[in-house]
């Protein structure tokens, strides 16, 4: 089974705080997201990756950065935390074949930021 | 640009009672579709998919045919279970594009009553 982890469930931060969020998928896939997901508003796509040190912004890359070093792991990086990042962050992987791009999801981390 | 629309909710259905959520996609080239279902407290799962016009995804008594005439996507499931309440998230990729990316709907939210 394909799995994807996320380092935390819950966090909370403070306003101003460096935040780093953590994703590590187990099956090789080359493609891995981060979304946002908010009542009323579903996910939105906000950085993604499709090789090693390869990066796209999605449709709400501001106060967001990223990082993949190696294949497996995604982190999302929150500069500067302010509260209207409060959301849940849900990570995601995919395989480059057969055109389908299925994607597979880590539990999400729920984070607050007071 | 692609996007998905689907039935806002929340739906509210007693056991045993027939669903039906719509979702109606715009694309640019032809795209994969797909359900996927998130559980209270959980990330999203795959629930089905269809890769072309036509076709049927079904899985768990869920199913869903992939209309291009009428560019639709509706999920039915002839009697629901309590253990189906879950938001429900239609979503397309473009089978064009190497970016792998999917589009999500904004979730419809299922409640079950006994």
Redesign the interface.
């Known amino acids: 089974d394909v799995k994807v982890t996320q380092s935390s469930r819950y966090l909370v931060k403070r306003t101003g705080e460096k935040v780093f969020l953590e994703c590590v998928q187990d099956m090789d896939h080359e493609n891995m997201f981060w979304y946002r997901q908010d009542p009323g508003l579903g996910l939105r796509l906000i950085y993604f990756s499709y090789d090693v040190k390869m990066k796209e912004k999605g449709d709400i890359p501001e106060g967001y950065s990223v990082s993949r070093e190696k294949k497996e792991r995604f982190s999302l990086i929150l500069e500067s935390a302010s509260t209207n990042q409060t959301s849940m962050y849900l990570c995601a992987s995919s395989p480059e074949s057969g055109g389908s791009y299925e994607q597979y999801f880590g539990p999400g981390t729920r984070l607050t930021v007071t | 640009g692609d996007s998905v629309t689907q039935m806002e909710g929340p739906v509210t259905l007693s056991e045993e009672a027939f669903l039906t959520i719509n979702c109606t996609y715009t694309a640019t080239g032809y795209p994969?579709l797909?359900w996927?279902v998130q559980y209270p407290g959980?990330?999203?799962?795959?629930l089905l998919?269809a890769?072309k016009a036509d076709d049927k995804g079904s899985n768990k008594g869920f199913e869903a045919t992939y209309r291009k005439e009428t560019t639709s996507f509706h999920l039915e499931k002839g009697s629901v279970q309590v253990s189906d309440s879950a938001v429900y998230?239609c979503a397309l990729?473009d089978?064009g594009s190497?970016?792998?990316?999917?589009y999500?709907?904004?979730?419809t939210q299922l409640t079950v009553w006994p």
Do not use: D, H, V
């Not at chain 2, 959980?42 to 795959?46: A, K, P, S």
């Not at chain 2, 999500?104 to 979730?107: A, I």
């Open positions: 994969s797909f996927y959980e990330g999203l799962q795959l998919k890769t998230f990729s089978r190497t970016l792998g990316r999917l999500f709907g904004r979730g």
